[in-house]
């Protein structure tokens, strides 16, 4: 079957650094895409990966590794608006997009 | 970036009468749009896939008659919660899929539905 793991929760402070992880095992592949959602939004559009290496778009990068079927959204200077959850989520071979569950990112001051 | 509008942002409506839910591409067209539900704390979950001119593609479990589609235009699609119930309370979020571009989805800003 299809899926996409990545943690639950995550806990970061102000003006740090934090990586989430998302790894995914779908038949085919077109993509990886990161949103992000605040508690009570609808999802906002990050990032597109679909070659391997590192997209870098200010605060915000995102890596991708076909080959291990693993991506990650790093952000930088966090702000306390940057809690969130983040979704990542996988184009199958049928342009589908398969999601994962979210990680929720809590920003400490 | 795209934008994609939803419309209304919230109802409130009695048990048994039928609510639409509109979902425009306002600057781009969209063959494809996608329509979701998520209850609170809980992750999206895709509904229905929206092609113009067609029938939508429901996911398991999703009931046609109740959750009515249609896709008249590259622009707009629109969903229809029929009788609803209680349990049709929910957040529900509209996507388009830019077909001139690449294949990432755009949401609205979704629609709250209470049904007392």
């Known amino acids: 079957g299809q899926n996409i793991d990545q943690p639950t929760e995550m806990t970061a402070t102000e003006g740090a650094i934090v990586q989430i992880n998302c790894t995914y095992q779908t038949s085919g592949f077109n993509g990886l895409f990161w949103y992000q959602q605040h508690a009570g939004e609808a999802p906002t559009f990050l990032s597109y990966n679909v070659l391997d290496g590192l997209e870098e778009k200010g605060r915000f990068s995102s890596f991708l590794s076909r080959s291990k079927g693993y991506s990650y959204l790093l952000l930088k200077e966090l702000q306390m608006k940057d809690s969130a959850s983040y979704l990542c989520?996988?184009?199958?071979?049928?342009?589908?997009?398969?999601w994962g569950a979210g990680t929720k990112l809590i920003i400490k001051p | 970036g795209a934008v994609v509008s939803q419309h209304p942002s919230w109802v409130i409506c009695k048990s048994g009468t039928s609510v639409k839910i509109e979902c425009r591409s306002l600057?781009?067209?969209?063959?494809?749009m996608f329509w979701y539900r998520q209850f609170p704390k809980q992750s999206l979950m895709l509904m229905a896939t929206s092609n113009e001119g067609s029938k939508a593609t429901y996911e398991q479990g999703v009931e046609k008659d109740k959750f009515l589609i249609n896709h008249a235009s590259l622009t707009l699609s629109t969903l229809t919660v029929t009788s609803a119930h209680p349990e049709d309370s929910s957040f529900y979020i509209c996507s388009a899929r830019d077909s001139g571009g690449a294949e990432t989805q755009y949401f609205g800003p979704g629609t709250r539905l209470l049904v007392l």
């Open positions: 989520a996988v184009m199958d071979s049928n342009y589908q997009l398969i």
């Open positions: 600057d781009f067209q969209a063959t494809t």
